[in-house]
């Protein structure tokens, strides 16, 4: 941008009135039908004509620019899709790139009209529409369109053509709309035109439920969540000497505790995207606050294990058998920390239907989340309802204590990792009052283990209570240490370093990860920095980039965006050269796999 001038233009039309004379855009409200018949839908759209030279904005800008926005007023029964976005122009402004319109453009959208109303005569529409001009300099502008159609046949009306043209212009869901590769790699782009690989957001609603619950289930698997299955293994063997009714009850809990902590993190994320934050899957994880309660949690959780405590459950040797006391509560509150634990990875096909859950209407969005919530808990709850299972399982026995106290240590690796990542995001000092409130945390589990009486609860919970607040207090004006040096080749992720090495005709492989992201972290140590990949790395001169977002990253979270993901791990390979489509692998990475990718590059001179 040479120069951005800040200046508001309020124009007011009336009928297909246009702003002021002085502005570069003019704009009409248009409808493809002549009139109006009730039942029938129709399609309206805001028509944007801007002046030689002169350009607006898409829905995602890029690196600059202000989205065009559209806001209807409607009478009562009738309701206006979505915008329908034709694919947008790519503008290389000095070292920015952004995407927009120019001449002129039409966006879209469908209106419902209701089956029956008294004294229908003809609709009153509005809409008011906001938009960013730029040439050699930029001018915000606004303007409110009415437009008045009779009752009628719903034929197809003057203006019937432009809406046929437009559609012409609209991306194919799943496919590369055509020029597509005038989009450069990495950068947002229209709808499907992202580089979604095996995995496209062309899936559809029920595609996407299926991808969801596929997704959960995997999700028991990966390494964020084994902490917690150590415990669910524990509770499923002494359950399995149980009533079957008791079982099921417990295994109905743990469902109910995954899936309504999907829901919670669903909307809180929901509402903070709606809100203009750009968050994604694991975005609690960015907030040192969360990770020091999940220290406390799983340092708590250790300590029970190890039998400092008791808290719920006693397991008592009588005449060869256990006696499990443990409340129903329990069982939802292991679900809910189960999906916490989760909520740093993403399975495979579980980021597809995430980034399409984050692109439809909110009750299609949860409706995703919770297959999501479904598929993890359906593991457990298959076992707790098929009592015949319990046969495969080890019998209760002293055993149990032994097991029980070896499943604390993963738990205590867990609470390093977590302080590691609370160093990256709020620094040393915040890490060292953290272990001060360990100390706390551990001194009233023992005080309550000791004197488990009414005031010593009150005593514990005061105690932890503080040592938290004290430690958050702490890290109000705490300095982040920052994500580690990126180790030897890696680069930190910019998409001008993206774009310049593209312009090159260099290949590029991006990593998106994150400190809090354990399935990354295994990752790298199993398929990006062993010596064997490193070394194909320098053989076809591959320029690799490190996407860390372990702190918010506006600039990472438009990437993830516009590769239709919410979520990290996620691994791009360009082949080179602008207006190629990035190849995305596996979210489950191995040596073997990276290398036959590298060994498919084209050859180079």
């Known amino acids: 941008m040479v120069d951005i001038v800040i200046a508001a233009l309020l124009a007011i039309g009336t009928s297909t009135a246009a702003p002021a004379p002085a502005s570069p855009v003019t704009v009409k409200l248009l409808c493809d039908s002549g009139s109006i018949r009730l039942g029938q839908p129709v399609w309206v759209g805001v028509e944007f004509r801007m002046k030689p030279g002169w350009h607006i904005y898409w829905r995602n800008p890029g690196d600059s620019g202000m989205p065009t926005s559209i806001a209807w007023t409607l009478p009562s029964g009738f309701t206006v899709g979505e915008i329908q976005w034709p694919r947008p122009e790519r503008m290389l402004e000095g070292t920015l790139v952004t995407y927009g319109y120019s001449g002129s453009v039409l966006l879209m959208a469908r209106l419902t009209t209701p089956r029956e109303m008294k004294s229908f005569t003809g609709l009153h529409l509005a809409a008011s529409a906001s938009w960013l001009a730029c040439k050699d300099m930029c001018i915000p502008g606004k303007a409110d369109v009415v437009l008045d159609l009779p009752a009628g046949d719903g034929q197809p009306g003057p203006n019937a053509g432009i809406f046929v043209r437009t559609r012409r212009l609209l991306p194919a869901p799943g496919v590369a709309p055509p020029g597509a590769s005038a989009v450069p790699p990495g950068s947002p782009e229209p709808p499907g035109a992202s580089p979604a690989g095996d995995e496209d957001l062309g899936l559809g609603f029920w595609g996407a439920l299926l991808f969801a619950f596929l997704g959960g289930m995997i999700l028991n698997l990966m390494p964020c969540v084994f902490p917690v299955l150590s415990i669910k293994v524990i509770g499923f063997v002494r359950e399995s000497s149980h009533q079957p009714r008791e079982v099921k009850v417990h295994g109905l809990l743990y469902g109910l505790g995954v899936v309504v902590s999907f829901w919670l993190l669903a909307s809180g994320l929901i509402l903070l995207r709606a809100g203009g934050e750009r968050l994604g899957w694991g975005f609690q994880l960015q907030s040192p606050t ?54 740093p990875c993403t399975a495979p096909f579980m980021g597809t239907a995430l980034g399409y859950a984050m692109t439809r209407p909110v009750h299609e969005g949860l409706a995703v989340f919770t297959a999501l919530g479904v598929g993890m808990a359906a593991p457990y709850m298959g076992l707790s309802f098929a009592p015949h299972l319990s046969r495969y399982l080890p019998r209760p026995g002293r055993w149990m204590e032994t097991f029980k106290q070896v499943m604390a240590f993963p738990l205590l690796v867990t609470v390093i990792w977590l302080l590691w ?80 090495a593209l312009a090159k005709g260099d290949p590029v492989f991006v990593d998106f990860t994150a400190a809090w992201c354990l399935t990354c972290k295994v990752n790298e140590m199993t398929a990006l920095n062993v010596r064997d990949v490193m070394e194909a790395f320098r053989r076809h001169r591959v320029v690799l980039l490190k996407a860390d977002w372990t702190n918010p990253n506006p600039d990472i979270e438009r990437a993830l965006a516009a590769s239709g993901r919410t979520g990290v791990p996620l691994y791009l390979l360009y082949t080179g050269g602008r207006g190629s489509a990035p190849k995305v692998l596996p979210q489950i990475l191995t040596a073997r796999k990276v290398l036959a990718e590298l060994d498919a590059l084209p050859a180079r001179n």
């Open 290 to 343: 969360v990770i020091l309660g999940l220290a406390v949690i799983m340092f708590l959780l250790s300590l029970n294990l190890l039998g400092v405590f008791e808290a719920g459950t006693s397991i008592a040797h009588t005449t060869g058998k256990f006696t499990w006391t443990e409340g129903r509560a329990g069982a939802f509150f292991t679900g809910v920390l189960a999906t916490f634990l989760a909520t």
């Open 421 to 500: 990542v609370l160093g990256l995001q709020a620094g040393l000092a915040a890490v060292i009052t953290a272990l001060g409130c360990l100390l706390v945390s551990g001194v009233a589990g023992w005080l309550y283990g000791r004197w488990h009486t009414r005031f010593m609860r009150v005593v514990v919970v005061l105690l932890i209570a503080g040592g938290v607040l004290a430690t958050v207090a702490s890290m109000r004006n705490a300095a982040p240490m920052g994500a580690p040096a990126a180790a030897g080749e890696w680069e930190p992720y910019t998409q001008g370093r993206l774009d310049a």
